[in-house]
């Protein structure tokens, strides 16, 4: 049962990475063709949809800063964090991979680089995903986003922070969304921003469920 969670965490974060850095590279070969704007539905409907492929097998976490976050909000074991991240790395490592073969004249493979200070992006980044959290974690049934309207919820506010953010800071919210590219692709000056404000904001979206909702908000039955 544990390996097919496993496995579907690596196909959901596959298919977010594949998919959505996949249009920025598409956007750049063919000179603008997908838009920003559709980037941002890109990465909000891919969400979406993993979601709903996956959400009550694994939960479709598909982002270690989601699984960090429910076992901080004691929603999900910390014993499991460790594999479920992997998981989402290898997953994103191979879409990065199968990019890089598809398109091996590209240079930043939709890596997420900061356009203004580093200090500004890292802020921005960890208010973007602590609005994320606050959505997954208020959708959720336990550690697992399912239902019609989580699919919904968590793919809406993805494609809109895409939307607005997007241009700015890359809109990663997922530290295995901007591992991959950055590896693969060699710019790794800036990583340490994509890997650290997402944990930082989910954290806070988890203390801020605490401090509104009733003491059970933190309870798998909740």
């Not at 790395?89 to 990065?96: P, T």
């Not at 809406?156 to 590219?181: C, D, K, Q, W, Y």
Request: negative net charge.
């Amino acid at each position: 049962m544990k390996t097919k969670q496993y496995i579907a965490e690596a196909i959901g974060t596959f298919a977010l990475v594949f998919c959505g850095t996949g249009a920025i590279v598409i956007n750049e070969f063919t000179g603008g063709t997908v838009t920003h704007v559709g980037i941002a539905i890109t990465f909000g409907l891919i969400v979406m949809g993993m979601i709903y492929a996956f959400g009550e097998i694994s939960g479709a976490h598909i982002n270690p800063a989601v699984t960090i976050a429910f076992a901080y909000a004691k929603k999900f074991p910390w014993k499991e964090v460790p594999a479920y991240c992997i998981a989402q790395i290898v997953g994103a490592f191979a879409a990065s991979g199968l990019l890089l073969f598809l398109f091996p004249e590209n240079e930043l493979l939709g890596s997420t680089l900061p356009q203004i200070d580093v200090l500004r992006v890292f802020v921005f980044e960890i208010v973007l995903t602590f609005f994320l959290m606050l959505v997954i974690i208020n959708v959720s049934t336990g550690s697992k986003e399912i239902g019609v309207m989580a699919g919904i919820a968590i793919g809406g506010v993805v494609l809109l922070e895409a939307l607005f953010a997007g241009p700015i800071t890359g809109a990663s919210m997922n530290p295995a969304r901007s591992l991959a590219p950055a590896v693969v692709s060699g710019h790794l000056q800036h990583l340490w921003i994509y890997l650290l404000a997402p944990i930082i904001g989910a954290i806070l979206a988890v203390i801020s469920c605490k401090l509104v909702k009733d003491d059970h908000c933190c309870d798998d039955n909740c």
